[in-house]
């Protein structure tokens, strides 16, 4: 998945740069019975048309929706290539996001549509096709390792990272860090969808997965586990905790999976080869 060919190195579909506030100002009472003004994230809906065929809607941030269209339609597996995608054009004034693929299948989709597993995203997330069946084929970098002062690192720029979270409340960030470098950060009313644009983003930027850590807010699932396998990235941190099946499919690709990340504590749950410790008076 992550070698690109010549002609999808220089390849970008033509996209909208649909931006939309992702707060809302909203006046509520407190305990005491004062009145006061505050911030709530602004969900909304966006339907994906594919070739004027209506697969799906997300409800979403709608922080970067070109991008999430791309990484919900390459985690589904419904385009393999970028040089696929013609065109993704949303439009907030009516919710949707048109896609145009080139030369696809309609048949394909309603195959992929009929088998489709509801998963435990927010929101209910959704799985279509045979992805669970075809997971144990993914291959991760055999050599990538993550030393144990860079995951303290990665804890303490998201904790210091401005985000809607701080000032509204009720979503969830996902990031993408190169050591502890944060290189793409993204929030939504689900993970599974942050997730999603991080995947488009990548595809756009043409980035691998294989040196890269994934850190999201939420809790580490099948779901996750699935889509961080096939972005290529063997790492996936979270400051929440992790499911049995996310831990069994993590450990059947050797994908380091860590939970409860707070400051300088942590669990590893699956790939403890990769992870190098460094443990001493400085962590405890």
Same mark, same amino acid.
């Given at each position: ?27 509520? @009472? *407190? ?22 065929? !209506? ?37 907030? *004034? ?8 080139? *030369? ?9 549509? !009929?088998?489709?597993?509801? #998963? ?6 959704? @799985?279509? $096709? ?38 509204? +409340?009720?979503?969830? $960030?996902?990031?993408?860090? !190169? ?20 995947? $488009? ?8 997965? !294989?040196?890269?850590?994934?850190? #999201?807010? $939420? ?26 099946? +996310? ?21 590893? &749950?699956?790939? &403890?080869?990769? &992870? ?9």
């Amino acid at each position: 998945m992550n070698n690109y060919s010549e002609d999808e190195v220089f390849y970008i579909p033509s996209m909208t740069n649909a931006k939309i506030d992702l707060i809302a100002p909203i006046d509520v @009472i *407190d305990e005491k019975g004062r009145q006061k003004k505050t911030y709530i994230p602004a969900e909304r809906p966006l339907t994906i048309y594919v070739n004027k065929f !209506e697969l799906v809607t997300l409800m979403t941030l709608g922080e970067m929706p070109e991008a999430l269209v791309l990484g919900y339609l390459r985690n589904q597996r419904i385009v393999s290539k970028i040089t696929q995608v013609d065109s993704i054009q949303v439009d907030w *004034d009516i919710n949707s996001a048109a896609v145009v693929i080139k *030369d696809l299948d309609s048949r394909s989709i309603t195959e992929k549509i !009929e088998k489709k597993t509801v #998963t435990t995203g927010c929101g209910q997330g959704t @799985i279509f $096709g045979d992805i669970e069946e075809d997971f144990d084929r993914l291959k991760l970098s055999a050599s990538a390792k993550l030393k144990q002062s860079t995951l303290i690192s990665i804890v303490d720029v998201i904790r210091k990272h401005e985000s809607v979270y701080k000032k509204a +409340g009720s979503v969830h $960030g996902c990031a993408l860090f !190169e050591q502890s470098k944060m290189i793409l950060f993204v929030e939504d009313v689900g993970r599974h969808n942050a997730v999603d644009s991080i995947a $488009g983003m990548m595809w756009l930027e043409r980035l691998k997965g !294989e040196n890269l850590v994934f850190y #999201t807010t $939420g809790r580490l699932t099948s779901e996750m586990v699935i889509k961080g396998a096939q972005m290529g990235i063997p790492f996936l941190l979270s400051r929440s905790g992790v499911t049995q099946m +996310g831990v069994k499919m993590a450990r059947q690709v050797n994908l380091a999976l860590f939970g409860r990340c707070s400051g300088k504590h942590f669990l590893l &749950f699956s790939g &403890f080869k990769r &992870f190098i410790s460094e443990y001493n008076d400085e962590y405890k």
